[in-house]
């Protein structure tokens, strides 16, 4: 895997091996991001899937069955252009951040910063599961640990706001929201630090190769 | 709804963001992370299909009364370790998820089982982790991702404990 290096940006650190020179960072091909088109979680999911229909046929008949398919169609094509978005702004900002900025600033030696700077950028990412999964995924391709992307996939999930402010506080009222995003504002750059400390623990060799399965 | 709408204006509005952003590096780029995304977007429908399609029935098959059963006025450190089972549990999306911590809330569930339960169902509703999370993220992170989350809920509803109701 070649560093990208950001041509506007000097190496403030040396860098012993460097096989990818500046300009080649548009030919060379984004490493990691395996993609797997059935893999055994697709399997489970459609075991689980046909078993659930079973179930829903024999107790509500075939217009049971129906009915949940039309409901789940037009719910699945109003998600259909947002996970297109989700899969764009995933690919355009792992081309756009430079890796070694990000392994710097999100990396295994980032730190408390790295935490709260992918604390912070889960917490500002906009939309639902549909964007923060791909760029999550994005981030860990360009050099972030495991520990930074817990902490943005934790802080998207229990302090951002998209879910919020579209379901939390309609449903649960913005007292209890509030508060309860209040109670969670630490845990993100806990669960980080948590995963930088069992990871480092687990896997002692510095994996570059966090995106295989 | 317009929650959504502003969602939706947000999200577009960053992609042509950053979208401007690899422009300006130069067409190559752009035209080459064009065809990552739209290559991503293309191998996961199927999965995101699957997943859509099928959790309407995986949540008609799981009732919400059972979820709500194991919500009760049960409190202490049992109730909050029921509670984060109960929200790893939850089918469904988070209309679901928050309508039942609002019925736990208003049936004398226990102010920091709620919380456990919703921090729970946030960090670890198996749909969403079976549907968004392993698509799009590397298997070995997911899991690893959700064992180190574990203590969470409990800490969140700890807190609860310690600053009291909302």
Redesign the interface.
Known sequence: MGITLDPTEPLSEPSPNNPAPAED???EP?P????K?I?W??I???V??AV??G??WRRDGTD??LE??T???S??GG??P???????????????LPHEKVSRSLGPKSGLMGLLIGTAFGAIL??????A??V??AL?AVGAD?GA??AM??SW??IGY??A????I????T??T???IL??LP?PV??GA??RF??VRIYPQPAAK???? | MSAALLIDILLWGSVFGVGLIAFRRGPPVFKASLREGSMDFINIVPRIALGVIGSGYIAAIIPQEVITGWLGPDSGWLGVATAVVAGAATPGGPVIGFSIGTVALKSGGGVPQVVAYVVAWALFAFQRVILWEIPFMPARFVWFRCVVSVPFPFAAAAIAMVIGKP
């Open positions: 960072a548009e030919s984004r990691g991001r395996v993609r088109p893999g979680s697709t489970i999911i459609a689980l899937v659930s229909a179930l829903v049971g069955v949940i398919l409901h789940d169609l719910l699945f998600i259909l947002r996970v297109l978005a989700g899969c764009l702004l995933g690919a355009f900002i792992s081309e756009i906009p939309g639902g599961p549909f964007t999964y791909p999550a995924s860990l495991f992307t817990i996939v934790v999930t229990l998209g879910r402010v579209a379901w939390e309609p449903i649960m009222g007292d209890f509030l508060w309860r109670i969670s845990l806990l669960a948590l995963g069992v990871y966090d995106d295989e399965n």
